[in-house]
């Protein structure tokens, strides 16, 4: 369990750190507009790792590894979409393509981060 903690925070260290270099632009470019686009892009994406690294030993133990990545792959996808629907309903003051181009880029980084921690404890259970 303690490898799960620290993925997860690893990918909320990452997920930070990436907020933490767009707020300017985003503040000085957009105001607050921009730093809610932000803070909402930044969560959307967090909430589906965090579950999918709960998740993924699960599926490792259970000999489902395949399953557990396109599981994986469509609860991330299906969580930004709705959460991108759900704001252009409920905030629709937001910029579509302000919004939709910060969840890109903290759906990216988020995927990156979730994978390289996936694979390298996939690799550290085949070595150990």
């Not at 686009?37 to 969560?43: K, P, S």
């Not at 909430?47 to 609860?75: H, M, N, R, Y």
């Amino acid at each position: 369990m303690k490898s799960v903690l620290v993925q997860q925070s690893w990918l909320a260290a990452s997920n930070l750190l990436l907020g933490l270099v767009l707020w300017i632009p985003m503040s000085r470019l957009f105001g607050a507009m921009g730093v809610e686009g932000l803070v909402l892009a930044a969560v959307l994406c967090l909430v589906p790792g965090l579950l999918i690294l709960v998740l993924q030993p699960v599926w490792s133990t259970c000999g489902l590894k395949g399953f557990g990545a396109l599981a994986g792959g469509v609860v991330r996808t299906l969580f930004a979409l709705a959460g991108f629907l759900a704001i252009r309903r409920f905030r629709p003051e937001l910029p579509p393509i302000l919004f939709g181009s910060l969840l890109s880029v903290f759906y990216l980084v988020s995927l990156g981060a979730e994978t390289w921690m996936i694979v390298s404890s996939l690799d550290r259970h085949r070595s150990g």
